[in-house]
């Protein structure tokens, strides 16, 4: 179901209109280079989108190159002081079990806060692709999915969703009029399910995201509102640099989820983990439909697996690099974060 804006009437356009009161941030947690793979676990079952792909142990990984440290393993400029290395196999021809990759979820859990990730490379849009930076709780979905960054195949634009059990719609209120709302009903169900925004900014996923050395990922959940900022590299914001973000300043996000009558986010979102992977084919990037849509995609191949498993050299740009997540809660919630355990989910989109 798509909401039109206008139907928002005129309350929407008072909240529009009110100003918006500072949060006051203090950091909980820092992902980096220090102790990113020690603060993740390796997710390694079989691929719950059914992917055309093989989750490695950290072992694993080490021993094949597909993750690491510092700069050496990228090749983007945007890193600073080191940065967390997240490749894919882009050598083996027809692998049996599927491409090789990594999957990393973080043993620590949140309910609400601010989630400040730089971002200094992204797997490009490439062909067969499936990447995606985001958020999930135990239980899938009754305790929710934030996906962040996502995005298929060639595909220019990030998809900002979020997936909950029954009984959450949102409308994107206070999102820039670019921002397209594609569902308003969150409840999962499907690989397509899920309330989803699909942005219009090309420099925010893939090759454009690369383009510009990458930048800075902002979430902010509360009981109110999800929302999603990003921020090129050359524009973040002085008091994100400075350590102390205020969210109130900066401007429209790039996706806004209004919860309220429609959605009682603290029913629905609670105790979610972060992850990071890159899968191939699967639900998404290798629905028949999908591929057959991508002009560029379905000219080289039949079929998605056919062409992941076909030309592994395509593939040597779909990594991530990243140079620190910070996690910071309003010191009031008293919120520190909570281990969790990954529960594989059925889809994700």
Same mark, same amino acid.
């Given at each position: 179901?798509?909401?039109?804006?206008?139907?928002?009437?005129?309350?929407?356009?008072?909240?529009?209109?009110?100003?918006?009161?500072?949060?006051?941030?203090?950091?909980?947690?820092?992902?980096?280079?220090?102790? =990113?793979?020690?603060? @993740?676990?390796?997710?390694?079952?079989?691929?719950?989108?059914?992917? %055309?792909?093989?989750?490695?142990?950290?072992?694993?990984?080490?021993?094949?190159?597909? $993750? #690491?440290?510092?700069? +050496?393993?990228?090749?983007?400029?945007?890193?600073?002081?080191?940065?967390? @290395?997240?490749?894919?196999?882009?050598?083996?021809?027809?692998?049996?079990? #599927?491409?090789?990759?990594?999957?990393?979820?973080?043993?620590?859990?949140?309910?609400?806060?601010? @989630?400040?990730?730089?971002?200094? /490379?992204?797997?490009? +849009? !490439?062909?067969?692709?499936?990447?995606? %930076?985001?958020? @999930?709780?135990?239980?899938?979905?009754?305790?929710?999915?934030?996906?962040?960054?996502?995005?298929?195949?060639?595909?220019?634009?990030?998809?900002?969703?979020?997936?909950?059990?029954?009984?959450?719609?949102?409308?994107?209120?206070?999102?820039?009029?670019?921002?397209?709302?594609?569902?308003?009903?969150?409840?999962?169900?499907?690989?397509?399910?899920?309330?989803?925004?699909?942005?219009?900014?090309?420099?925010?996923?893939?090759?454009?995201?690369?383009?510009?050395?990458?930048?800075?990922?902002?979430?902010?959940?509360?009981?109110? /509102? !999800?929302?999603?900022?990003?921020? *090129?590299?050359?524009? &973040?914001?002085?008091? !994100?640099?400075?350590?102390?973000?205020?969210?109130?300043?900066?401007? *429209?996000?790039?996706?806004?989820?209004?919860?309220?009558?429609?959605?009682? &986010?603290?029913?629905?979102?609670?105790?979610?983990?972060?992850?990071?992977?890159?899968?191939?084919?699967?639900?998404?990037?290798?629905?028949?439909?999908?591929?057959?849509?991508?002009?560029?995609?379905?000219?080289?191949?039949?079929?998605?697996?056919?062409?992941?498993?076909?030309?592994?050299?395509?593939?040597?740009?779909? =990594?991530?690099? !990243?140079?620190?997540?910070?996690?910071?809660?309003?010191?009031?919630?008293?919120?520190?974060?909570?281990?969790?355990? $990954? $529960?594989?989910?059925?889809?994700?989109?």
């Amino acid at each position: 179901m798509h909401v039109s804006r206008l139907a928002l009437g005129l309350g929407a356009a008072a909240l529009l209109a009110a100003p918006a009161q500072a949060q006051v941030y203090a950091l909980n947690t820092t992902y980096d280079m220090t102790n =990113f793979f020690t603060s @993740f676990d390796f997710f390694t079952e079989k691929d719950p989108t059914r992917g %055309f792909v093989e989750y490695v142990d950290r072992g694993t990984a080490q021993l094949q190159g597909l $993750v #690491g440290y510092g700069q +050496s393993y990228g090749q983007s400029n945007g890193s600073t002081n080191g940065s967390i @290395f997240m490749g894919v196999d882009y050598k083996t021809p027809n692998p049996p079990n #599927g491409r090789r990759s990594v999957r990393v979820t973080s043993r620590q859990s949140f309910t609400h806060g601010l @989630f400040v990730a730089d971002i200094a /490379h992204m797997p490009g +849009s !490439i062909c067969g692709v499936w990447p995606a %930076f985001w958020m @999930f709780g135990p239980n899938w979905p009754a305790s929710g999915e934030i996906d962040i960054i996502e995005g298929v195949n060639t595909q220019a634009t990030s998809a900002v969703t979020l997936h909950t059990g029954p009984g959450c719609s949102m409308n994107n209120t206070g999102a820039r009029a670019s921002t397209m709302l594609k569902s308003a009903d969150c409840g999962g169900g499907s690989a397509s399910g899920g309330c989803g925004q699909q942005t219009a900014d090309v420099q925010n996923y893939g090759d454009g995201f690369n383009a510009v050395r990458g930048g800075v990922y902002a979430t902010e959940w509360t009981s109110d /509102h !999800i929302a999603v900022w990003f921020f *090129q590299r050359a524009a &973040i914001p002085r008091d !994100i640099a400075s350590g102390r973000p205020n969210p109130a300043s900066w401007g *429209q996000p790039l996706a806004r989820f209004l919860g309220g009558r429609g959605c009682d &986010i603290d029913s629905h979102f609670v105790n979610n983990q972060l992850v990071f992977d890159t899968t191939f084919c699967g639900d998404w990037a290798g629905n028949p439909s999908v591929w057959a849509s991508d002009a560029t995609c379905s000219a080289k191949a039949a079929t998605c697996n056919d062409y992941v498993a076909n030309n592994p050299a395509d593939f040597k740009n779909a =990594f991530w690099e !990243i140079n620190s997540i910070k996690v910071y809660q309003q010191p009031a919630a008293g919120n520190k974060g909570k281990v969790g355990t $990954v $529960v594989p989910k059925p889809w994700r989109a």
